[in-house]
């Protein structure tokens, strides 16, 4: 990074991964320059922000992103909002030749194809957040010689319970985490694994493997992140307390490392010892779905991802059970037509069609 600042903005600066990058950032103060904060509908902290940080500029709310992500003072913009407000600004800012933290995994799973076609041609880093692609991102060395990536999954607050536990489930049970706290959406899609859904897709984009060839394994510490395993048998994992600071600093900083915000040194013999098991296909069937819609391709994944954010939000809203995303997510797509090699439009066109259709679906249930 030299002794340059790194400039920088947020997009969703006010939510869980944006206010712990304003952390990572207090504490490497000397290293990045803020452009711009924005958030959704905190005027109130987005404020505090702006007081504290003193970017150049703020938004709220949808209007200002594309002015963000077209800002070339940028060198790099994490981005950082949920669900589908990601795909647009992140688009606009690789079209600008703006690197990206991406923690909006949604992104991928709508539109992986054109956005790392769009970065190839931009010559933009997209460095993930997400924790296990971040862990796979600092195994790979040599792609051409790695067989398969191995995904983990804490398993979330229902991974011992009984089938029926989960079904009865209440919104305070499924936003339990036992490992992570994190915004309300993905909590809830770690507690019907479609969050690993959601990963195992934006793995499938982020490094070219055919979905054969990624694994996912129930790691309940969370300690291992992923991993990787080479042609020779070699596997290569990344380990690391719990913490989200650690994958949003790496990839605000990348390739450089600081200590940053590193609360404690990393210990073998605390943690004692690390279990792996098999995921439940029977109980958390959304695994199983996502990598039929990933094989699928084209708008199947965004027909997926439309249909579960609604019906997340409609659990969150008391309308539905927990099991029923699953159910709800699994009628739309195999009522959905899939388009092979979508336009952006198309994919937004979808997006749209899906989610009406889900709404009218839960609202007559
Ligand atoms: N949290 C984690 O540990 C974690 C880990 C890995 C990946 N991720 C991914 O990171 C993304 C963010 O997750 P999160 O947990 O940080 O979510 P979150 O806490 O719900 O935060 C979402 C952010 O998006 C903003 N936002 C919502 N609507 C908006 C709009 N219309 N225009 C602009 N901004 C808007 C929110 O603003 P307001 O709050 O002001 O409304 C907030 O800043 C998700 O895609 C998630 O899958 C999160």
Known sequence: MGSNKRKISIIGSTGSIGTQALEVIEKLKDKFEIIALAGGHNKELLQKQADKFKPKYTCLGEEGLEKICSDKENDIILVACSGKIGLR???????NGIDIALANKETLVMA?????????KHGVKIIPVDSEHCAIHQCIKNIDQVEKLIITASGGPFLHKSLDDMKNATV???LAHPRWNMGKKITVDSATLMNKGLEIIEAHHLFGFDYDKIDVVVHPQSI???????????VIAQLGLPSMHIPIQYAITYPERYEGIKSKSFSFSEIARLDFEKPDLEKFPTVKLAYEMGKLGGTATVCMNAAN??????FLDGKIKLYNIYEITKKMCDEHTVIKQPTIDEIFATDK???EKTKNYIQNL
């Not at 600004?89 to 079209?95: D, E, F, G, N, Q």
């Not at 992986?112 to 190839?120: L, N, T």
Request: aromatic content about 6%; overall charge negative.
């Open 309 to 314: 954010e609604e019906a997340v939000f409609a």
């Open 112 to 120: 992986g194809d054109i956005v790392m076609a769009e970065a190839k």
């Open 89 to 95: 600004p992140t688009l606009t800012a690789i079209k």
């Open 172 to 174: 305070e049970q499924a």
């Open 353 to 355: 069609e899906i989610r």
């Open 224 to 234: 291992v992140h992923s991993a990787i395993e080479y042609k020779d048998g070699s």
